[in-house]
């Protein structure tokens, strides 16, 4: 197994509650302040972490109107742009980075980003970074990865889309560029994403292919596909956050609002806690409940009179002798009166 590993001070990987964060993408909506104001929100709704993303639309795309540049999919909250529109309308300032990344160790949060080329993951080098996401689609762009990787901090990998050949050539790529610490997030690169899509049952999987940590980049609507994840052993689950779906953002129709992700923080600490260890028989929280099958005197039964099935029954609660020892008891002569509701004990039989 990878040795463990921790990303801004929190453990990463089996044994610790998964790494909660929260992805703005462009959902400041141009907005500065309203970037802040995410941060906070994501602070108070209990996640650990908030990501960007960094690029420049120009070394992402070209601002072209050929059909391959264009968003053809109808079911698409970006349809009938073209890529270089959507990047200029995500984009966050490379300006903004340094007071957000501020906000987010005031608000006790671990602040990151995803570069999406080679001069932004020296930019956010200089920033100090505790580690870096590489998106789903810059997954297979190898330079970009070995680039990343060169700088020595852990990697958050995003695999949608991606075989397992793939796969296995960016993950060596990284490993021999230096990355040491390697976290792969099972993707589903659809927005929406349909839960029956997610197929959360690779995670395990990647996670014994690859010897590393897993965990969930999540694209669905709603809090349940990640709470699956998080018992299906998640390290990492990133979902996309918005402060208010109906005042729009480039991700807010697949974006939690923060009393979502508030549940959704919950619901994993306790899918994560509910999983435990492998346990038969009662439970410390179980103590004193009694109210399991026994067998106890169901009328008042004379000292000397013999125990049948008119005297004695299996019932609720469970302080007297178990069930299983009725055959045992039937035929046999009680040594004193047996009041109605006492629980059955061989002491009182002869």
């Known amino acids: 197994m990878s040795r463990p590993f921790t990303i801004g ?3 990463i990987g089996p044994g610790h509650p998964p790494l909660m964060v929260a992805e703005l993408s462009g959902n400041h909506n141009g907005s500065l302040a309203r970037a802040l104001e995410l941060v906070d929100r994501a602070a108070a709704a209990g996640a650990h972490a908030v990501k960007l993303q960094t690029f420049v639309p120009e070394r992402l795309t070209l601002d072209s109107d050929r059909p391959e540049f264009r968003i053809d999919n109808p079911t698409s909250p970006w349809h009938g742009k073209t890529l270089y529109q959507l990047y200029r309308e995500a984009q966050t300032s490379a300006q903004w980075h340094a007071p957000i990344f501020a906000r987010c160790r005031e608000r006790g949060l671990i602040g990151f980003s995803a570069p999406f080329d080679e001069e932004s993951v020296a930019f956010l080098d200089t920033l100090g970074m505790p580690c870096l996401k590489i998106a789903s689609f810059e997954a297979v762009d190898i330079p970009l990865v070995q680039r ?13 889309m991606m075989t397992v050949g793939e796969l296995e050539e960016t993950v060596s790529a990284a490993r021999a560029a230096g990355c040491r610490e390697l976290v792969l997030l099972k993707c589903t690169s659809a927005y929406p994403a349909p839960p029956g899509h997610a197929n959360l049952a690779t995670m395990a999987h990647m996670g014994e292919l690859f010897d590393c940590p897993v965990g969930l980049s999540d694209h669905s609507l709603g809090i349940g596909v990640a709470v699956a994840a998080a018992a299906l052993g998640a390290a990492v689950i990133e979902k996309h956050f918005v402060l208010d779906r109906s005042a729009g953002g480039v991700d807010a129709a697949f974006s939690l609002e ?6 959704l923080v919950t619901e994993v600490a306790r899918a994560w806690e509910a999983v435990g260890s492998v346990h038969y028989g009662p439970l410390a929280s179980e103590a004193g409940v009694g109210r399991r ?20 029954r299996s019932i609720r609660p469970g302080f007297g002798l178990a069930p299983r020892h009725l055959s045992a008891l039937l035929g046999r002569r009680a040594v004193c009166d047996i009041p109605r509701a006492t629980p059955l004990d061989w002491s009182l039989l002869a």
């Open 9 to 11: 001070g929190r453990p």
């Open 148 to 160: 990343a990787a060169t700088t020595g901090k852990p990697l958050i990998i995003s695999t949608g």
């Open 258 to 263: 923060p009393a979502e992700l508030a549940a």
């Open 293 to 312: 099958r026994s067998l106890y005197a169901v009328r008042d039964i004379a000292r000397g009179e013999v125990l049948t099935h008119d005297n004695v």
